[in-house]
C-alpha cells in the first residue's frame, strides 16, 4: 500500500489522515470537502459552488495519480442536505459525463468545517 499525501492541486488533508491510498491497483481516495487549496478554506457559502470544489479537488487528487474521472468505479455522496439532491446531482452528472460509476448518497447531520457537500470517490487503474 502506498499513502498520498502531497497531491499537487488537491487541498492537504485537515486530519490525521491520508489523502487517498494505493493499493492492488485502485486508489482509495478521502472524502474531499469544498476547501480551496489555495486558501485552504471553504469559499463557496452555496451548495453548487461548493460541488463545484469538491470534483475540482477530486479531479487533482486523480491526476496526481494519473488518472481521470473515466476510472472512477465507485463514489460517495454525504449531503448536509438531502434537499440539496438535485442540485449536486446536475454538477455529478455534468462531471462524470457519460461515466457512470456506481454511487450511493446519503444526509448526514454534520460535515467537517460546516460543509454542505462531501465525496469520497475510489478509482482503478493506479
Known amino acids: 500500500m502506498q499513502l498520498i499525501n502531497n497531491a499537487l492541486g488537491a487541498p492537504n488533508a ?5 489523502q487517498a491510498a494505493k493499493s492492488q491497483g485502485f486508489l482509495f481516495c478521502s472524502g474531499q470537502i469544498p476547501i480551496d ?4 478554506k471553504i469559499e463557496a457559502g ?5 460541488a463545484t470544489q469538491v470534483f475540482a479537488n477530486i479531479r487533482a487528487l486523480l491526476a496526481s495519480q494519473g488518472l481521470g474521472m473515466e476510472q ?7 449531503l448536509q442536505d438531502m434537499a ?3 442540485k449536486v446531482n446536475a454538477l455529478y452528472a455534468a462531471a462524470f459525463g457519460d ?4 454511487r450511493s448518497t446519503v444526509q448526514v447531520a454534520k460535515l467537517p468545517l ?6 469520497e470517490v475510489i478509482a482503478e487503474g493506479a
Not at 485537515?14 to 491520508?18: N, V
Not at 487549496?37 to 485552504?40: I, K, N, R, S, V
Not at 452555496?46 to 461548493?50: A, D, H, I, P, S
Not at 461515466?99 to 456506481?102: E, N
Open 37 to 40: 487549496p489555495a486558501t485552504g
Open 114 to 119: 460546516g460543509a454542505l457537500v462531501e465525496i
Open 99 to 102: 461515466h457512470k460509476p456506481a
Open 46 to 50: 452555496e451548495v453548487e459552488g461548493q
Open 14 to 18: 485537515i486530519g490525521p489522515y491520508s
Open 72 to 78: 472512477v468505479v465507485k463514489a460517495t455522496v454525504f
Open 84 to 86: 440539496d439532491f438535485p
